[in-house]
């Protein structure tokens, strides 16, 4: 396998491994959340949606989000994106064989309150069809404490798809049995161009409890969420997930034994 990087400044970072599309990045002062869209399976499938200005509630792609932040006194805090610079862990982009890493560094700013956030992105080599991306997203604030009341955590908004279906480590299937359920792991998968495809999302166990979010009749959706969280001034949170973007639905791939190996790996 050879990575390649590629860096639109404050546009894009585009991701290929020999010579075929895994993702793209997109990132900026003028994009409030950054998200990774398109983003492909193995075969070349598209996997993720992009959302028009009719379906702003929901975030494009691949999205970690903060959700609605208030203040010490229950106010709605409204920031402004400040700044978002990447960093790249290669520097030689033409022989990158065994992970590619690189980090977002983002600001963001209110009245009487910054908040920052690191985003670390690492991406490994595909192992029998399974693209797996690691991402780490660290918040923390200066000066206020903050509360996130809904919201915080990582979206994934899927490409339309046939016979789409959510489903999640306990077994649940369905937006209806999946929906604002504790898990340790979440997945959605379906059918597009006659091919079975699907993405999974894995929290890492220090996360914390996490309950997921799911959408599967009129969409394709599924989120995992912290909510809510306070976070106190110069606190670090940190929040670690494995997404596995993979060929096969629900019975035929096996999300338990990549989540038994990854937190296995971290603990």
């Known amino acids: 396998m050879e990575f390649m990087l590629d860096i639109d400044p404050e546009s894009t970072v585009s991701i290929t491994d020999q010579g075929v599309s895994v ?36 975030s494009s792609g691949l999205c970690f989000s903060l959700g609605t932040v208030l203040d010490v006194n229950k106010n709605l805090v409204e920031f402004t994106k400040f700044t978002s610079s990447i960093d790249r862990t290669h520097t030689d982009l033409s022989n990158v064989k065994d992970i590619l890493e690189f980090t977002d560094t983002i600001v963001w700013q209110a009245k009487e309150v910054n908040l920052f956030q690191t985003s670390n992105i690492n991406i490994y080599p595909l192992q029998d069809d399974v693209r797996i991306i690691d991402l ?65 999302i894995i929290p890492d166990s220090s996360n914390g409890k996490t309950i997921f979010y799911s959408l599967d009749t009129q969409r394709g959706y599924i989120s995992a969420q912290y909510s809510p969280l306070t976070l106190n001034p110069d606190e670090i949170q940190e929040f670690k997930f494995r997404l596995l973007v993979y060929l096969g639905d629900l019975f035929t791939f096996d999300v338990q034994e990549h989540y038994k190996q990854y937190n296995n790996k971290t603990e």
């Not at 949606?49 to 379906?55: G, L, P, R």
């Not at 404490?145 to 979206?155: A, Q, R």
């Not at 789409?164 to 999946?178: H, L, M, P, Q």
């Open 23 to 58: 993702f793209t990045y997109n990132y900026g002062d003028s994009l409030f959340y950054p998200y990774f869209h398109p983003v492909y399976a193995s075969n070349g499938e598209l996997m993720t949606h992009k959302v028009e200005d009719s379906e702003q509630k929901y």
């Open 136 to 200: 780490s997203f660290e918040i923390s604030t200066d000066s206020e404490t903050l509360s996130f009341d809904n919201g915080l955590g990582l979206n994934y908004n899927a490409v339309e798809m046939e016979h789409r279906k959510s489903v999640d480590s306990e077994g649940r299937i369905g937006e209806a049995e999946v929906n604002g359920k504790e898990a340790e792991w979440g997945a959605f998968s379906g059918i597009t161009n006659d091919t079975a495809v699907g993405c999974a």
